[in-house]
């Protein structure tokens, strides 16, 4: 697509189940980025892709968090036992180069609420 | 890691007005990219500047990156120019992010 799309656009989930967030990078983008907003707040870090490989998974909040990326394009982020403060926001951008010097572009983002 | 912050963090213009919006940052970079957050969550890219003067009609932005900021100018602001906008900024000393600053919230009133 020309774009980067995510899914699903809203999301509500009961505390304790497991939920995937889906992200469709722009075509040709090697690098891919998850953030997370909560209400009001800025942009934090979560994961960034080089391919399919992850080498910085620092912004991960626990080992409730992980993502995964298939054939170099769309990358998966699971949150496992859900709990109220993971109720943000989810962000997803790709861009163009290997490294952070090229422009990202940002999807529309998952609305996560835990109830 | 890098510390990125911006200036002023809330503004009210009445629409016509112009603005300037600043971005500090706290070692160098190799990238930079000014955002706007829409209403609806949207981040939509407004420049990609690690260096040097962009226009792109009535916004326009500037980074110094021996100084370490970078300015986004707005004239004659429009109600639709209200949101939030953010400074990002990839480090030298790493390949995986953008850090980015609080933000600017704007209002245009009429």
């Known amino acids: 697509g020309a774009g980067v799309s995510q899914s699903p656009s809203n999301k509500v989930t009961e505390k304790g189940k497991d939920v995937e967030l889906r992200c469709d990078p722009i075509?040709?983008?090697?690098?891919l980025y998850w953030y997370r907003q909560s209400l009001g707040q800025g942009l934090e870090f979560l994961i960034y892709?080089?391919?399919?490989?992850?080498?910085?998974k620092s912004g991960l909040p626990s080992d409730r968090f992980s993502a995964e990326r298939t054939g170099g394009s769309v990358s998966t982020l699971t949150i496992q036992r859900t709990q109220q403060e993971d109720s943000a926001v989810y962000l997803c951008?790709?861009?163009?180069?290997?490294?952070?010097?090229?422009?990202?572009?940002f999807g529309q983002g998952t609305r996560l609420t835990v109830v | 890691g890098i510390q990125v912050e911006q200036s002023p963090p809330d503004l009210i213009l009445q629409e016509g007005a112009n603005s300037t919006l600043r971005c500090n940052f706290s070692?160098?970079?190799?990238?930079l990219q000014w955002f706007h957050q829409n209403p609806w969550g949207q981040l939509i890219n407004l420049f990609y500047i690690p260096s040097g003067t962009k226009q792109n009609g009535r916004l326009s932005a500037t980074t110094v990156a021996t100084e370490r900021y970078s300015l986004l100018y707005i004239s004659s602001s429009q109600t639709t120019d209200s949101g939030v906008y953010f400074c990002a900024v990839g480090d030298t000393g790493t390949a995986s992010k953008l850090t980015f600053g609080t933000g600017t919230r704007l209002q245009v009133t009429l």
């Open positions: 075509s040709g983008h090697t690098a």
């Open positions: 892709f080089q391919g399919n490989s992850a080498p910085d």
């Open positions: 951008a790709s861009s163009l180069a290997g490294t952070i010097s090229g422009e990202a572009f």
């Open positions: 070692d160098s970079v190799n990238n």
